[in-house]
């Protein structure tokens, strides 16, 4: 069977509505076999898959599997028929010098306006993860495939995609992202959500709008690296900074209390803060989905999207929640 098998199967398997299943034949490839040469001969396909996703494949059930085999036999092929598959190590991927460093990666929701007009809700949201990042390729691919929709002359608007934004993007690219996005392995990502409820901010606490970010950007940060039990070193990644004013502050500020959390806490590690564009990452463009969906949830009561990705959340922690005192 051609290689070609594998890009065929993963469409059939998300026309299926099973992108948990097709994102985990990425980089895979298939040899096949003959087992018995009884009636034109049976054949049996083994999948050489990416190491990150061969125990999960390995423990698929039944009913996965027969799936996978109806589509297999549903192709062209050299047997009577296919009877079984296996699953093996792709010992050909390129093992990357994988390091154990921690990356955090940081989008923040809401707006600066407090007032009736202005967003309810504050937050910051993190998303951590270890190399190699799951869905990093599969999420560049299908930007590119969106891309070369536009050569289709039947087509007469032009997706011009730089960067996935939850916000910005249509349905139906929303849709597809959040089913991608809900594949992750469990195990593979954490997600901490640092909510305030706006009305009850001090006024003294939000006086200037640089204070008020990097006070709580440091609060959530290190809130976050209590909850993960920090021990390694670590990269935080953030989406351009909002406010580009006093940014020098900003970072010396935000690394000043990392510091200070660090040295609290007799932990010799080291740290880098990075600010990117969200185009740069698909992590960041992750965290922005994942960030508007608990948005969603706070905002507008809406937890359709929330319901997606929840199983990833460490915490949603709102900081105001006792607070009884309104300011607006």
């Given at each position: 069977?051609?290689?070609?098998?594998?890009?065929?199967?993963?469409?059939?398997?998300?026309?299926?509505?099973?992108?948990?299943?097709?994102?985990?034949?990425?980089?895979?490839?298939?040899?096949?076999?003959?087992?018995?040469?009884?009636?034109?001969?049976?054949?049996?396909?083994?999948?050489?898959?990416?190491?990150?996703?061969?125990?999960?494949?390995?423990?698929?059930?039944?009913?996965?599997?027969?799936?996978?085999?109806?589509?297999?036999?549903?192709?062209?092929?050299?047997?009577?028929?296919?009877?079984?598959?296996?699953?093996?190590?792709?010992?050909?991927?390129?093992?990357?010098?994988?390091?154990?460093?921690?990356?955090?990666?940081?989008?923040?929701?809401?707006?600066?306006?407090?007032?009736?007009?202005?967003?309810?809700?504050?937050?910051?949201?993190?998303?951590?993860?270890?190399?190699?990042?799951?869905?990093?390729?599969?999420?560049?691919?299908?930007?590119?495939?969106?891309?070369?929709?536009?050569?289709?002359?039947?087509?007469?608007?032009?997706?011009?995609?730089?960067?996935?934004?939850?916000?910005?993007?249509?349905?139906?690219?929303?849709?597809?992202?959040?089913?991608?996005?809900?594949?992750?392995?469990?195990?593979?990502?954490?997600?901490?959500?640092?909510?305030?409820?706006?009305?009850?901010?001090?006024?003294?606490?939000?006086?200037?709008?640089?204070?008020?970010?990097?006070?709580?950007?440091?609060?959530?940060?290190?809130?976050?690296?209590?909850?993960?039990?920090?021990?390694?070193?670590?990269?935080?990644?953030t989406d351009r900074l909002p406010l580009q004013a006093n940014k020098n502050a900003l970072i010396k500020a935000l690394k000043k209390g990392i510091k200070q959390y660090l040295r609290a806490n007799g932990k010799v590690l080291r740290y880098s803060i990075h600010h990117h564009c969200s185009a740069s990452s698909s992590n960041l463009q992750i965290i922005d989905y994942i960030?508007?969906?608990?948005?969603?949830?706070?905002?507008?009561?809406?937890?359709?999207?929330?319901?997606?990705?929840?199983?990833?959340?460490?915490?949603?922690?709102?900081?105001?929640?006792?607070?009884?005192?309104?300011?607006?």
């Amino acid at each position: 069977m051609s290689n070609n098998t594998i890009q065929l199967l993963q469409e059939l398997l998300k026309g299926q509505k099973r992108f948990d299943l097709a994102l985990k034949f990425e980089n895979a490839y298939i040899e096949d076999f003959k087992i018995d040469n009884w009636n034109g001969g049976i054949g049996e396909i083994v999948f050489y898959v990416n190491p990150i996703y061969f125990f999960v494949l390995n423990k698929i059930d039944e009913d996965e599997k027969s799936l996978i085999l109806e589509i297999v036999n549903g192709m062209k092929h050299n047997y009577y028929e296919i009877s079984t598959i296996r699953f093996a190590i792709n010992e050909k991927i390129k093992s990357s010098n994988i390091s154990d460093t921690v990356y955090i990666f940081v989008d923040e929701a809401g707006d600066m306006d407090f007032s009736p007009k202005g967003s309810k809700h504050y937050m910051f949201n993190f998303l951590v993860k270890t190399r190699p990042f799951q869905l990093h390729e599969y999420i560049a691919n299908y930007r590119y495939e969106l891309l070369e929709r536009n050569l289709d002359p039947s087509l007469d608007k032009v997706l011009n995609i730089e960067a996935f934004h939850a916000c910005e993007d249509n349905k139906y690219i929303r849709q597809r992202m959040f089913e991608t996005i809900s594949t992750f392995t469990k195990e593979a990502v954490q997600v901490y959500s640092y909510i305030l409820e706006k009305p009850k901010v001090n006024p003294d606490k939000r006086k200037e709008n640089s204070v008020f970010y990097v006070d709580n950007l440091t609060l959530a940060t290190t809130q976050l690296l209590d909850k993960i039990k920090i021990d390694r070193n670590f990269i935080i990644i953030t989406d351009r900074l909002p406010l580009q004013a006093n940014k020098n502050a900003l970072i010396k500020a935000l690394k000043k209390g990392i510091k200070q959390y660090l040295r609290a806490n007799g932990k010799v590690l080291r740290y880098s803060i990075h600010h990117h564009c969200s185009a740069s990452s698909s992590n960041l463009q992750i965290i922005d989905y994942i960030g508007w969906a608990i948005n969603r949830k706070y905002e507008h009561n809406d937890s359709s999207y929330y319901e997606m990705i929840k199983q990833y959340l460490l915490e949603e922690e709102v900081m105001t929640r006792d607070r009884v005192e309104v300011h607006y």
